[in-house]
């Protein structure tokens, strides 16, 4: 059965209303409903509707997925410039400062864990948007590397940086590896089939290699009480809701041995935490606007909800 989802409509960096010229459908493997009968990708189980729209739960384990789970070729709808100018973020290449700051904490962790021993050792980040993180890291590795969906975002990093981006997912993409580092932030929660992609992860990585990852907690306590409110809740882009036993669980299957799972804080301007919560999520683009002209927009926040999580995996 299919399900259509309406995109939002940008103007100027403010989400309009959701347009119907552009959207994208998803399909459920099962014909009774959105969410009934999809296998899960963690354990097999299968999914009923969850007590928040939208959602479904794996009646075995508890994963959470979208009932409306986008098809791969409607990535390029999804992330084009858009994404990171109005879907997504108010306006990415703006938040660079504060995007950076949780980058120097992921690339703090990975040097830690590698025991400072970089300088022969190569790195390949999925889904590496404007390039910032791959920028970073480069100066503590021997190479580093990268692959973005959106060919816009790829673009920007070559161009800016002089990046080896190439442009496509995990999947398909012929990848140059053994990797002894491979990272991913944010992006498990947007693939509809993550089981496949850390399979490919996992062939693509070094015998012992490190798996870095960071996604939003549905199992933490400020996600369970703000319920459907719950701000990282994110259609269509957000399709994988983890909590620390699903995502151990998921790794653990696909050859993965999980070091630790760590509450993570990402800092954000307060400009783009306004634009997520009033203009995303509530819909009131009009009220973000009138609130963007206050000052100290520019403000980095840290976010003390411990609703995102930091995973740190070696490969089994
Ligand atoms: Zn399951």
Not at 108 to 136: D, H, P, S, V, W
Not at 159 to 164: E, R, T
Not at 230 to 248: D, N
Not at 286 to 306: Q, S
């Amino acid at each position: 059965m299919d399900y259509t989802v309406f995109i939002q409509e940008r103007k100027g960096g403010l989400v309009i209303k959701p347009n119907k010229n552009k959207s994208i459908s998803g399909k459920t493997e099962n014909p009774q409903g959105p969410g009934k009968g999809d296998v899960c990708p963690v354990c097999g189980g299968y999914f009923a509707a969850s007590c928040i729209r939208g959602l479904s739960t794996c009646q075995t384990c508890g994963f959470v997925m979208a009932s409306v789970r986008p098809q791969p070729e409607q990535a390029a709808v999804l992330y084009g410039e858009d994404y990171f100018h109005g879907d997504g973020y108010a306006d990415y290449a703006a938040e660079r400062p504060a995007l950076n700051f949780n980058f120097k904490e992921h690339l703090k962790r990975i040097l830690r864990e590698m025991g400072n021993a970089t300088g022969q050792k190569t790195l390949f980040e999925a889904g590496c948007g404007f390039g910032y993180f791959l920028e970073l890291s480069r100066g503590f590795f021997k190479e580093v590397s990268g692959c973005e969906l959106s060919p816009f975002a790829a673009g920007r990093a070559r161009k800016a940086f002089g990046l080896n981006v190439q442009e496509g997912d995990v999947l398909t993409l012929p990848l140059s590896g053994p990797y002894d580092v491979m990272c991913m932030w944010d992006v498990l929660p947007s693939l509809a089939e993550p089981d496949k992609v850390l399979a490919r992860v996992a062939e693509a990585l070094a015998p012992g290699g490190i798996l870095a990852l960071t996604m939003p907690n549905i199992g933490s306590r400020f996600a369970r009480i703000s319920g459907r409110f719950w701000p990282l809740i994110h259609f269509p882009w957000r399709v994988g809701y983890y909590s620390p036993e699903t995502i151990t669980k998921l790794l653990e299957k696909s050859g993965f041995r999980v070091v630790y799972v760590r509450p993570f804080h990402k800092t954000r301007s307060l400009r783009e935490i306004l634009y997520q919560l009033v203009a995303l999520k509530f819909r009131r683009p009009d009220w973000f606007h009138a609130l963007e002209r206050l000052p100290f927009m520019k403000v980095l926040v840290p976010m003390g909800f411990a609703d995102e999580m930091f995973i740190m995996a070696h490969k089994a």
